[in-house]
């Protein structure tokens, strides 16, 4: 059968559109399984020991909170600890990302902090600017607040509206996608009823163009690694950042990956069924040129 | 509150481009006070003025006249922008979401005209511009954010910071490069 | 010979044809998005590259220290203590570059441009939007109440403080104080006119107590080296 070249179009445009489903498809399911789950979040906090970092930090700026007020470091001691901090953090954030309410308990910080604070202004013998309990009280506030602050990752909420809205679109757009893909191949099929290595290559071509488009932006942003320039204070959230997006990365990576192996499987797959056809064709061809040789000597004989 | 700032910031350039006197270094002469007393008769923080002007005073800070009306030129799109669309308080800014964002290209291109970079410290709520050398231009802090009244992380509060900072380095440069 | 080079084309336009075409489909891929998205694509890059500079950030916290003492010429031209304005280095956000004194009320303290929380644990801060001695400018310190600036509490108009620098050293005569809430805008002036040294602290001194006031110290320029070209 003789390439028509409207078919010949035909089949580039579905094999266009494939390689824009399959592409679309890809980099939704990376974005899905890299970026918008909980997990992703709480895995790179895990790796970068953001609580723990976050906990000296948070002792410090309590220190300087405390000091115009009069008191020392000392009134800390025994107060906070970096498990109740990571196991309030991790609560507090998945509470954000659910867009559910978590109360962080912190009846005993309080209770911890008056006595440590009452403890010190005895000892010290400080005489308070008014009311010593209304003074104490503020600053006990004025701590709490700033642990919410502290516990609390930038964003959150954002960030997980986000998550939710990407999470509820992904079945409908994985759907619809593999739907058109699924339609584009039976017309890649049925424009070449008789030559199925010509259907793998434009598989092929699909499949190579969905790995090359899911590649590129991993591929650039690890070249480049431009997200390691933003300017983000203090370390332990720098880190966090950039550990969750390169761990995003790697996701899409391994997804243009198997991708790429797909696209060679086709490839292989044409080439093994071109051959195929030439070899059939070949030996009909011996045979019926030999079948016509047999029939002329018998007509000569 | 911002469109006030960022057009004093134009008529305060268009001031300068008009202004032919000299300028000694390490004092302050009659023109420049002339502008400064301008800008400051128009309710540009003097903080601000004060960040700009210590920043070129800095070593090794050059910027050429080119420079400057690049960023001015960037600077008037945003005072139009903001102008076309009515907007005449930060408060009505922070609720145009499409506005902000023109303004924030327009101050971001300002700002990359001296590859200056905004840095958050999210624990501190500081928010600092540097230059390219490493250099801190200004700082916006819980100091100087609590006499306004903003957030000093908010997007409101840094634009207009970024374009009063670029606006009065301009603005200075061009004096100098008059002299 | 001519079959096999016609084969052999025909061949190898198919294999190229696995790269150009996929390349292909991508760039138009890419092509399309950008042109649909390219108003989000501007403004995400925009911010990014905002927040963005030419390398990582820098989290070393060293003290970075400007300060030498006597390191510069200081000339007496009849009297007038001159040094050269391209000798005065310029201090950057963090650097150590000063010492404040007053020998009467005990007060001596490393002096850093820049006024966060670390600065103030470990000396006296500057207002980054100040200037430094010399400029005839605004001079704006601060520091905590129970540490650096604990001495504040004993000073009194006439007293002599001196700030000294790498480029000399500054005198300055207490002339007013002052009790003001921390958010009263008309503390210091940055446009003054002439030379001011304002030095701050939280209020009251020594006590148990919600700090909203802030004890103020204005002082005049006295002496000190001027710059010449």
């Not at chain 2, 990359?112 to 905004?118: A, D, E, Q, S, Y």
């Not at chain 2, 501190?124 to 100087?144: F, R």
């Not at chain 3, 203590?81 to 009320?105: E, S």
Request: glycine residues 4%.
């Amino acid at each position: 059968m003789k390439k028509s070249p409207a078919r010949t179009i035909i089949c580039l445009l579905a094999s266009m559109l494939l390689s824009i489903f399959v592409s679309v498809l890809a980099i939704m399911l990376s974005v899905e399984l890299g970026f918008a789950t909980n997990n992703s979040l709480t895995s790179a906090l895990d790796e970068v020991k953001y609580y723990e970092r976050l906990y000296n930090d948070f002792m410090d700026k309590c220190e300087s909170i405390v000091i115009p007020d009069g008191l020392g470091p000392e009134v800390f001691d025994g107060v906070f600890s970096v498990e109740q901090l990571k196991s309030d953090g991790n609560a507090y954030l998945n509470a954000q990302l659910n867009s559910t309410v978590y109360k962080t308990n912190l009846d005993w910080y309080k209770e911890q902090l008056t006595t440590n604070i009452k403890e010190y202004v005895d000892e010290k013998q400080l005489v308070a600017d008014g009311d010593e309990d209304e003074i104490i009280e503020d600053i006990v506030e004025n701590i709490m607040d700033y642990y919410i602050k502290m516990i609390s990752i930038p964003y959150a909420s954002t960030i997980g509206s986000i998550f939710r809205t990407i999470s509820a679109l992904f079945p409908y757009v994985f759907f619809s996608m593999l739907v058109f893909a699924m339609i584009t191949i039976w017309i890649i099929n049925k424009q070449n009823p008789h030559k199925k290595n010509r259907v793998f290559r434009y598989l092929a071509y699909a499949t190579t163009s969905g790995a090359i488009t899911t590649l590129i932006p991993p591929i650039y942003c690890l070249y480049t690694k431009f997200y390691t320039k933003i300017q983000v204070y203090p370390e332990y959230l720098y880190d966090f950042i950039v550990r969750y997006i390169e761990n995003g990365i790697k996701i899409m990576l391994l997804i243009g990956m198997i991708l790429f192996l797909v696209s060679i499987v086709m490839i292989a797959l044409s080439t093994y069924l071109k051959h195929k056809y030439i070899h059939t064709r070949t030996y009909h061809h011996h045979h019926h040129r030999s079948g016509e040789r047999s029939g002329e000597e018998e007509s000569e004989a | 509150m911002i469109k006030k700032l960022l057009a004093v910031s134009v008529s305060a350039v268009m001031m300068l481009a008009m202004s032919v006197s000299a300028f000694a270094a390490g004092s302050v002469n009659a023109s420049e006070q002339k502008i400064l007393d301008e800008l400051n008769a128009k309710n540009v923080p003097a903080r601000y003025v004060s960040q700009a002007k210590n920043y070129v005073e800095k070593d090794g800070v050059d910027i050429t006249e080119a420079q400057a009306n690049e960023i001015i030129a960037h600077i008037d799109a945003a005072a139009k922008i903001v102008s076309d669309a009515g907007i005449k308080t930060a408060g009505e800014l922070k609720n145009n979401k499409e506005v902000l964002d023109k303004v924030v290209a327009e101050a971001s291109a300002a700002a990359k005209v001296l590859n200056l970079t905004l840095t958050f410290n999210y624990t501190t709520g500081d928010v600092t511009v540097t230059d390219a050398s490493g250099k801190t231009v200004a700082v916006v802090n819980s100091k100087t954010t609590k006499t306004t009244g903003a957030d000093s992380m908010s997007t409101v509060a840094v634009v207009s910071v970024l374009g009063l900072a670029v606006a009065t380095l301009a603005a200075v440069t061009k004096k100098n490069a008059e002299a | 010979m001519q079959k096999h080079k016609n084969r052999f084309a025909k061949k190898l336009n198919r294999v190229m044809a696995y790269i150009y075409m996929p390349l292909l489909f991508s760039l138009l891929a890419y092509g399309v998005t950008y042109l649909m998205a390219s108003d989000v694509i501007d403004i995400a890059v925009n911010l990014v590259s905002l927040i963005s500079a030419d390398k990582a950030p820098d989290f070393t916290n060293e003290n970075n220290s400007i300060f030498v003492k006597d390191s510069v010429e200081i000339n007496d031209d009849d009297g007038v203590l001159t040094v050269k304005r391209a000798d005065v280095g310029m201090a950057d956000y963090g650097d150590l570059y000063a010492y404040v004194r007053c020998t009467r009320i005990a007060l001596d303290a490393p002096v850093y441009y820049g006024d966060d929380d670390a600065i103030l644990k470990k000396g006296v801060g500057q207002d980054f939007a100040s200037s430094q001695p010399g400029f005839g400018r605004l001079i704006v310190l601060c520091a905590h109440n129970n540490m650096y600036f604990n001495a504040l509490k004993n000073i009194e108009i006439g007293d002599i403080v001196e700030i000294e620098t790498s480029y000399g050293t500054y005198s300055y005569e207490i002339k007013e104080t002052k009790i003001l809430n921390e958010n009263d805008s008309s503390a210091f002036d940055f446009a003054i006119d002439h030379e001011q040294l304002v030095m701050y602290t939280c209020y009251p001194f020594d006590m148990l107590a919600h700090t909203p006031d802030r004890f103020f110290v204005y002082a005049d320029l006295v002496s000190g080296p001027v710059f010449v070209d």
